[in-house]
């Protein structure tokens, strides 16, 4: 079953501070993983997005990871700030090919940082 | 290029009644995908289109349908409407030249009373 776990639920840190969150996926055929940062009542905006053959990604402050073999990911938010705070989604793309593809979504991981 | 573009941003309803919700792509996506979202359940796919054709289809009733017009812009509608389909509707729009990267919209917000 194509599934999708992110770690933790939710997560509290204080500004100025690292923290990284996890996803794990079992899906196949896995096409890319994305990182996407949820505002409260606003659409996902990308963060990242990463194929097979990428192990790091980084933008800003922000560094996804990717092993493929473990199938596990992570997102990593260094030197935390107010406006970090917010819902992280990850979400993992399967394709057969031939333009058939499916997203599957994780729960997301919230974080709230503190001043 | 203009992003995803949503209207109305909220909307509040009564049970039974009927909602449209509208949704532009950015320019030159073919595709759309329109979403739920819920605190408890996430986000929750309801349907695609490609070229004016539904083309994936999630486990939503009857009562949610949609469609795509020839100029790529998509409108789905909601039926007979029931407290539990309170949530906030997200479109997004697919580019397939990056990877099949999905641009969401900003949502829209229904209540339903």
């Known amino acids: 079953k194509n599934q999708v776990e992110q770690s933790p639920q939710s997560l509290i840190i204080l500004e100025g501070k690292n923290c990284t969150l996890q996803c794990n996926y079992t899906v196949s055929p896995f096409s890319n993983l994305r990182w996407y940062k949820q505002d409260t009542g606003r659409g996902p905006v990308s963060l990242t997005i990463?194929?097979?053959s990428e192990n790091t990604k980084s933008n800003g402050r922000y560094t996804a990871t990717l092993d493929a073999d473990t199938k596990q990911s992570s997102l990593h938010i260094t030197a935390s700030q107010l406006s970090d705070s917010a819902s992280y989604i990850c979400v993992v793309s399967v394709s057969w090919g031939s333009g058939t593809y499916k997203y599957i979504f994780g729960t997301g991981t919230r974080l709230k940082v503190l001043a | 290029k203009a992003g995803v573009t949503q209207t109305p941003r909220y909307l509040i309803k009564t049970r039974g009644q009927q909602v449209t919700l509208s949704c532009s792509p950015i320019s030159g996506h073919r595709s759309v995908s329109w979403y739920q979202q819920t605190p408890g359940q996430g986000l929750q796919f309801l349907f695609e289109y490609f070229s004016e054709t539904q083309r994936n289809k999630g486990n939503f009733p009857g009562r949610f349908s949609g469609r795509q017009f020839s100029n790529s812009r998509s409108e789905m509608n909601v039926s007979t409407l029931e407290l539990g389909d309170s949530a906030l509707y997200l479109c997004?729009?697919?580019?397939?030249?990056?990877?099949?990267?999905?641009?969401f919209g900003p949502g829209t917000r229904l209540t339903v009373l």
């Open positions: 990463m194929t097979f």
């Open positions: 997004a729009s697919t580019d397939r030249d990056s990877y099949n990267e999905q641009f």
